[in-house]
T-cell receptor, first 113, second 114 residues
Framework: DQQVKQNSPSLSVQEGRISILNCDYT??????FLWYKKYPAEGPTFLIS?????DKNEDGRFTVFLNKSAKHLSLHIVPSQPGDSAVYFC????????????FGKGTKLTVNP | KAGVTQTPRYLIKTRGQQVTLSCSPI?????VSWYQQTPGQGLQFLFE???????NKGNFPGRFSGRQFSNSRSEMNVSTLELGDSALYLC?????????????FGQGTRLTVV
């Protein structure tokens, strides 16, 4: 049972445009969400996070939005750059400071020059 | 500062065999987590070790086991390999358990079971 779902396996956008990556979750006990970026032949790297008490967190070109009622979060990248081409994983942490993360299957973003 | 080192990088094993993968964390990091990445399931948590103790375990069969040594290096072992165990195995190290934002991942070990 996939508790964190990234329904789009891939996304292609033009350089300079906005990239929107989506993530849905089913467990209402999740209280902290993270996005990781993974290049081929490298391990994932942390990108941005958001607590369930917030609905938006911004870091430079990256913004994460959380809609708790819809159990949905999205990562916006503006403007998109070719170097952003990677696989993006959404992850969620259980309530109460759980030390386990549940990941989605990832979305492969391709930014075309 | 050296990164997280996983060895070997690639491995081919036959069904029924066992395999041991190694992870050397960043110096000073005492927490090591292991993940399995497959195209069908994405990244799945296997287990986490801190100060030589397993703190958390994911939903994997008992064929998957691990341990951590006093120098924080960790090994994971998979016995009686099945074709479905073919995957990229990633480890991540951090200072403390749950330090997700400051965890560093290794490049992974690509295991192929034939």
């Amino acid at each position: 049972d996939q508790q964190v779902k990234q329904n789009s396996p891939s996304l292609s956008v033009q350089e300079g445009r906005i990239s929107i990556l989506n993530c849905d979750y089913t467990n209402s006990m999740f209280d902290y969400f993270l996005w990781y970026k993974k290049y081929p032949a490298e391990g994932p790297t942390f990108l941005i996070s958001i607590s369930s008490i917030k609905d938006k967190n911004e870091d430079g070109r990256f913004t994460v939005f959380l809609n708790k009622s819809a159990k949905h979060l999205s990562l916006h990248i503006v403007p998109s750059q070719p170097g952003d081409s990677a696989v993006y994983f959404c992850a969620a942490r259980g309530q109460g400071g759980s030390e386990k993360l549940v990941f989605g299957k990832g979305t492969k973003l391709t930014v075309n020059p | 500062k050296a990164g997280v080192t996983q060895t070997p990088r690639y491995l081919i094993k036959t069904r029924g065999q066992q395999v041991t993968l190694s992870c050397s964390p960043i110096s000073g990091h005492r927490s090591v987590s292991w993940y399995q990445q497959t195209p069908g399931q994405g990244l799945q948590f296997l287990f986490e070790y801190f100060s030589e103790t397993q703190r958390n375990k994911g939903n994997f069969p008992g064929r998957f086991s691990g341990r951590q040594f006093s120098n924080s290096r960790s090994e994971m072992n998979v016995s009686t390999l099945e074709l479905g165990d073919s995957a990229l195995y990633l480890c991540a190290s951090s200072l403390y358990p749950g330090s997700f934002e400051t965890a560093f991942f290794g490049q992974g070990t690509r295991l192929t079971v034939v």
